[in-house]
């Protein structure tokens, strides 16, 4: 994928954002993209920066690490972590990220603190629910998602944002869109990170705030 393809399928995928968000009597700018790099090189990131994109998304701490500090220096940009992450690599997921997505359990929220205590360094955070309960992916479940929820806010405050979710592969993403956005509702938090390539338009009907979108501008994987 070359850089033109890449700027072309940005202004694509922005203009759907756009029209979603019009479709669901929403404003296009209620809405950020947040551009999945994982496995694409850097200059992949570099072609998206220089179309505009200021907000990537990368699955795995080393990877980002690989990729995005040697960009910090020339370029303004959010990087957020969108991957399960291990309580040892909690350190480096503070030093490096601007928005962490994917916040799922105590010993993870004990390991972020202290993290961000030693780096002084305050990444906005997320909760991520595992809304079809599928024991390969992280998230906490739905049970336990209403007291992680209020036991993060107390801990957390303002730095914790809002709900993830990555609904299963083979199901309507629907209800768990409408499940995730009820539950924020609920506990008064603003920011909902739902919907990829195949279904961020859903996505945005059901109130996503965040679209985390890879293929549909990258290119497959
Ligand atoms: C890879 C990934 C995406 C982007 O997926 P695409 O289908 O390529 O748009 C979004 N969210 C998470 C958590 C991912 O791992």
Do not use: Y
């Amino acid at each position: 994928m070359d850089s033109i393809e890449i700027a072309d399928n940005l202004r694509r995928v922005k203009d759907r954002i756009a029209n979603a968000a019009i479709a669901a009597g929403r404003k296009p700018g209620d809405v950020t993209l947040v551009a999945v790099s994982k496995t694409k090189p850097v200059e992949a990131v570099l072609a998206a920066i220089q179309a505009g994109q200021t907000v990537f998304g990368e699955n795995r701490v080393q990877e980002a690490e690989d990729k995005f500090p040697p960009l910090r220096a020339a370029h303004r940009f959010d990087l957020h972590l969108i991957g399960g992450l291990q309580s040892n690599k909690a350190r480096d997921a503070v030093r490096l990220a601007d928005v962490i997505e994917t916040l799922d359990r105590p010993k993870l929220a004990d390991a972020i603190a202290a993290a961000m205590a030693k780096e002084n360094r305050h990444p906005k955070l997320l909760i991520e629910v595992n809304t079809g309960s599928e024991p390969q992916k992280s998230g906490v479940s739905r049970d336990d998602a209403d007291g992680f929820i209020a036991d993060c806010k107390g801990r957390f405050g303002d730095l914790l944002a809002g709900l993830m979710c990555v609904p299963p592969h083979d199901e309507d993403p629907r209800p768990h869109f409408d499940w995730l956005a009820n539950r924020a509702a609920k506990h008064g938090l603003i920011t909902l990170s739902m919907g990829m390539s195949a279904d961020f338009e859903i996505a945005i009907a059901a109130g996503a705030t965040w679209v985390r979108v890879g293929s549909a501008i990258f290119g497959s994987r």
